[in-house]
C-alpha cells in the first residue's frame, strides 16, 4: 500500500527556510493531490499547500507569501520550502495524500499521511 | 481559534455511544463542502475515519458513523472501546479562507 515519509533537518535558526521532502512509495504520485499539514499544540492541524500530480498548486493565504511546494515525479517526491521560519512555525509537519475517486464522486479528504516530523525553530 | 468548533473533552464508558459535534459556518460545512472526521492516536499521524460525512475507509469498524446537517456535523462512536480513547478531528473547506480548515479537536476519554 502506499506510504508516505517525510524527511529534512530537525532543527532551524530563526529566519532560516525549512525545506522538507515526502517520499512516497508502494504507488504513484499520478491521479492525486499532495499536501502539506502542520500541527502545534497552540493552534492544532494547520493545512499549508497542495501539489496536483500535474503541477497545480494551491497556498493557505495565510502562509502564501513565504511557502513554496514543488513535485519531482521522476523521484516520486514531493517538497516544501517555508521561508524566513520563527519559532511560531514550530510544529510537527505531515505529507498526506487526498482520498481520490470512489463511486464517481471526487473526496478532498486527507487519505493517507505520513508519520510527520517534528521542525522546531529555535536560536 | 478554530473555524470548526469542537468540544475540547468528551468521555463515555465502555460499552456506551459517544457524539462528537462539529460547528461550521455558511462558507465551509454551511456551503456544502464535504465534512471528514480523523482520528489521532498519542504519538501517530492523524487517520481518515470518515470521509464524505458518511462514508467509512476500508477497515474503519462500522461503530463510527458520521453525520451533517445545515452548518454543522456529528462523529458517533457505538460499543465505546478502550482503544476509542484518542484525539478526533473534523474538516472541512471554507470559501472565505480558500483553505482546508480542521476543527480543534476533541479528547476522548474512556471511563
Known amino acids: 500500500q502506499v506510504q508516505l515519509q517525510e524527511s529534512g533537518p530537525g532543527l532551524l535558526k530563526p529566519s532560516e527556510t525549512l525545506s522538507l521532502t515526502c517520499t512516497v512509495s508502494?504507488?504513484?504520485?499520478?491521479?492525486?493531490?499532495w499536501s502539506w499539514i502542520r500541527q502545534t499544540p497552540g493552534k492544532g492541524l494547520e493545512w499549508i499547500a497542495y501539489i496536483y500530480y500535474l503541477g497545480t498548486t494551491h497556498y493557505n493565504p495565510s502562509l502564501t507569501s513565504r511557502v513554496t511546494i514543488s513535485l519531482d515525479t521522476s523521484k516520486n517526491q514531493f517538497s516544501l520550502k517555508l521561508t524566513s521560519v520563527t519559532a511560531a512555525d514550530t510544529a510537527v509537519y505531515f505529507c498526506a495524500r487526498d482520498f481520490g475517486m470512489s463511486g464517481g464522486t471526487y473526496y478532498d479528504a486527507f487519505h493517507i499521511w505520513g508519520q510527520g516530523t517534528v521542525v522546531t525553530v529555535s536560536s | 481559534q478554530s473555524v470548526l468548533t469542537q468540544p475540547p473533552s468528551v468521555s463515555g464508558a465502555p460499552g456506551q455511544r459517544v457524539t462528537i459535534s462539529c460547528t461550521g459556518s455558511?462558507?465551509?460545512?454551511?456551503?456544502?463542502?464535504?465534512v471528514h472526521w480523523y482520528q489521532q492516536l498519542p504519538g501517530s499521524a492523524p487517520k481518515l475515519l470518515i470521509y464524505g460525512q458518511t462514508n467509512r475507509p476500508s477497515g474503519v469498524p462500522d461503530r463510527f458513523s458520521g453525520s451533517k446537517s445545515g452548518t454543522s456535523a456529528s462523529l458517533a462512536i457505538t460499543g465505546l472501546q478502550a482503544e476509542d480513547e484518542a484525539d478526533y478531528y473534523c474538516?472541512?473547506?471554507?470559501?472565505?479562507?480558500?483553505?482546508?480548515?480542521f476543527g480543534g479537536g476533541t479528547k476522548l476519554t474512556v471511563l
Open positions: 474538516q472541512s473547506y471554507d470559501s472565505s479562507l480558500t483553505a482546508w480548515v
Open positions: 455558511s462558507s465551509n460545512i454551511g456551503a456544502g463542502y464535504d
Open positions: 508502494g504507488g504513484s504520485i499520478s491521479g492525486y493531490y
